[in-house]
């Protein structure tokens, strides 16, 4: 990955490129951590039904139809992956579902229910959103339901958090309105780049230098995939400006000082997303 770092346009070969290798990660590192299969699992559409519908099953289109190679080497799934990207990325195709298919399978369900605090909770939440176990089985490996660091006992009830400092961060509008904390972990990512969770979407936001510092001007660089967007937003972030934040406020910048407190955000000539 270091070829494309501080490559802000990178040709349409460089992004299919950075997608498989991106895919491939997030299986292998779930296949991989504690308690994983060991395998990741690639699930692709195979044309035509395994299975007839019955009482226990109504045939969906979808799974009916998957197949799947088990992959032993990274190596080994980024080449799997390469070979059935046209699935994953088809505007009108299944490519998110194949993606979740392989995700559970290579962490394995077993382990997935292992990793919640509750074992009879779902990774998709009500309306179809993805669930914040979901968020964190892709950006961490496994489906901890909370983003606190470590383990938070509850009256005897042991509820599960983040397990060590990651590279990629989560910044929350949740946070904001005080609906839970993000824990450093999982808010002081050590690459620069943070998912951001706000407005019901996810989008996500990033610095060109790695371990940045809530205590230092920061150059940061956004981006929507349901933004439509022709270009990067660029904000400069100024913290402990004595800025306080009001819930009128654009949603991003109610985000970004959950990390950096009271900073001003200039958008740089930019029309601040509301």
């Known amino acids: 990955m270091d070829h494309y770092a501080g490559n802000l346009s990178p ?66 799934t980024e080449s799997c992956v390469q070979e059935f990207l046209p699935q994953f990325q088809s505007a009108m195709g299944k490519g998110c579902i ?47 339901q909370n983003v606190f660091n470590n383990t938070v006992d509850l009256d005897g009830k042991i509820l599960k958090g983040i397990r060590e400092p990651r590279d990629i961060g989560l910044l929350t509008l949740y946070e904001y309105y005080k609906v839970f904390e993000v824990g450093s972990y999982l808010k002081e990512a050590s690459s620069g780049i943070w998912v951001v969770c706000s407005e019901s979407h996810y989008s996500v936001l990033f610095s060109k230098k790695s371990s940045c510092s809530p205590l230092e001007v920061t150059d940061l660089f956004y981006y929507d995939s349901l933004g439509n967007q022709d270009a990067l937003y660029n904000l400069t972030v100024y913290p402990n400006s004595g800025v306080a934040s009001a819930d009128d406020d654009p949603p991003l910048e109610l985000c970004i000082r959950t990390f950096w407190k009271n900073a001003k955000v200039d958008w740089n000539g930019s029309e601040p997303l509301l």
């Open 98 to 144: 194949l993606f979740l298919y392989s995700l559970v399978l290579s962490r394995g369900v077993n382990t997935i229910r292992n990793d919640l605090d509750e074992p009879g909770s779902a990774l998709m939440a009500n309306h179809g959103y993805c669930s914040q176990e979901l968020v964190n089985l892709c950006m961490m490996g496994y489906s901890a």
């Open 11 to 76: 040709n349409n070969a460089e992004r299919q490129q950075i997608l498989v290798k991106v895919l491939a990660s997030i299986l292998w590192q779930a296949a991989n951590y504690e308690g994983g299969s060991k395998f990741a699992f690639v699930c692709y559409d195979s044309g035509r039904s395994k299975f007839q519908c019955s009482i226990l099953y109504r045939n969906d289109g979808i799974t009916e139809r998957i197949q799947f190679s088990r992959c032993s080497t990274l190596a080994a």
